[in-house]
Structure formats: structure tokens, C-alpha cells
């Protein structure tokens, strides 16, 4: 949670999370983007029935419905919090530079060449269950 966004600093190397639209429900947004005609995909991801996310999602949407801004509570509480998580665990620093990309990494392999090297080794990422 220490590291969750908005961030508000740079890290050199690493592309800092804004999050402009977080505070505007997604309905909302997809509402406005219909009625001005913006053009989006309105697409699942095929691998969306496998993210643990969605139990979470259910469990928030469950209880901002019975209770009405519950998830901007939560937000607002976060921000609140975000500062003094920030202050109390100090990210460790990055150390070094992925091997196969260069990006910032504190491994000798970033975790996106970690999994495409796992993916290319197996033949293609798998195919979607349920
Ligand atoms: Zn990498």
C-alpha cells in the first residue's frame, strides 16, 4: 500500500502512476465517454475470470451497495494514510538494472522478462480456463 499510486515524485527510469480519472466511478466515465462519442473497447480481457481482483471487486461492490460511498471512504482514507505508509516503509531502492531490458530492477531479471522468458519457454502463454 506504501507504494501505491498517485505518486507524486519520479523515480528515474520508471514511469510515475497518475491516475487522473481515480476518483470518477467507471460507469461514469464510460457514460461520458458514450455520450460525447469517444470510441473505447468495451472488450474483457480473456483472462479476466482468472484475476483473484475479482473476488475482491465483488466484495467491494456488494458493500457499496448496501452502503453508498463506501468505496470513496476507502479512498479517502488511503489518502489520508498514503504519507505516513510512504514515511514507515521506504521502498528499498531498485539496485540495478534488468539484465535483458535495462529497465530499473532490484532483481537480476525484471518481473516482465522473468515472465516473458517463462512464457516463450513454455511454448505461449496458456489457454484461458473457464
Ligand atoms: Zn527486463
Sequence with gaps: MARLGPHSTVKEGLVPRVFPLRLVPEKEVMLYAILNGIEFDAGW?????RAQRNEFRDILNSVEERSPGTKFSIVRFYDGIRDILADAY????LGGHCRVCGSPSSSDVCPVCSFLERVK???GVPEQKG
Design 45 to 49: 480481457c480473456p483472462y479476466y475470470s
Design 90 to 93: 521506504q521502498a528499498e531502492g
Design 121 to 123: 519457454g513454455s511454448g
